[in-house]
């Protein structure tokens, strides 16, 4: 009684919109979390790295960031102290739920079924709706209509599809076998969007020292190829076109490594 009451006055309390909000993302739950966790991470290990590798505290190239690090490295803890565990209960559904929906033997799910269906219900009402599709096609539940949700993209959709695609729009424009490996489809796709980070956060902030010691000059890519004497300018610089042509190529390469829209077209028999 005690309980439920509590529970309807946090509903409708000072945290009842924000609880009320975070019931409705209920099939985001699991990106949103791995998202948090992601970030407190690297913030996390930025300041690890600042701190103890950079010896930022103690340099004064560095005396600007030193204060939005310490913040850095607060909100990095506290978020994972809060986000992680439930992100790893999360994950850890979700890969119960996935080995369910791989599972065609009816006897093996069967057994599984409590627990995929809890994973379903924490995931939300589109997991809920493919669990129960699963079932409909193996025979273990009888129903007219698979249900229409199970049709419906979720975020991670988006991640999954990408690191287990072996048909990706490169290999399509590209037509050897090689780039039908997903293995190294994931490597183009890392390094590709690395590279395009490395280079907004140069051409913006600079990766390069200047004469005082300072880490705030923009390299010229094409200048640095052709070993020319100066080399960068300070940042922010967005006039060097081999940048942007850098750039826009990892970024467009990244965009590439994702699966291709349509049913593969089958290459014509040659003829003997």
């Known amino acids: 009684m005690a309980a439920g009451k509590k529970s309807r006055q946090s509903k409708t309390g000072f945290l009842g919109p924000v609880s009320r909000w975070w019931e409705g993302q209920r ?12 970030l ?62 791989r599972t065609t033997s009816r006897a093996d799910l069967g057994r599984q079924r409590k627990e995929s269906e809890e994973a379903a219900a924490l995931l939300g009402s589109v997991w809920t709706a493919r669990l129960k599709s699963h079932y409909i096609e193996q025979g273990l539940v009888r129903a007219r209509d698979v249900p229409t949700e199970a049709a419906q993209k979720v975020a991670e959709d988006l991640l999954i599809d990408w690191w287990g695609t072996d048909d990706s729009r490169l290999s399509r424009w590209i037509t050897i076998d090689i780039l039908r490996s997903t293995i190294i489809n994931r490597t183009i796709g890392i390094l590709s969007l690395i590279t395009s980070v490395l280079q907004l956060f140069n051409m913006s902030f600079g990766l390069v020292r200047n004469a005082a010691g300072e880490r705030t000059n923009t ?14 300018y300070p940042a922010p610089y967005f006039d060097d076109l081999s940048g942007w042509f850098v750039l826009l190529t990892s970024i467009f390469v990244f965009w590439a490594t994702f699966p291709a829209s349509g049913v593969r077209p089958e290459l014509p028999e040659e003829e003997e």
């Open 40 to 101: 407190g991470f690297c913030m996390l290990m930025w300041s690890i790295i600042f701190f103890f590798f950079l010896n930022g505290a103690s340099d004064p190239n560095y005396v600007n960031i030193v204060s939005w690090t310490w913040i850095g490295l607060l909100v990095g803890v506290t978020i994972l102290v809060f986000a992680a565990p439930e992100y790893i209960h999360y994950h850890g559904q979700w890969s119960i739920l996935m080995d369910t929906l």
């Open 27 to 38: 099939n985001r739950h699991l990106v949103i979390l791995g998202s948090l966790t992601m």
């Open 219 to 232: 390299l010229n890519i094409w200048e640095w190829l052709n070993d020319t004497r100066i080399d960068s």
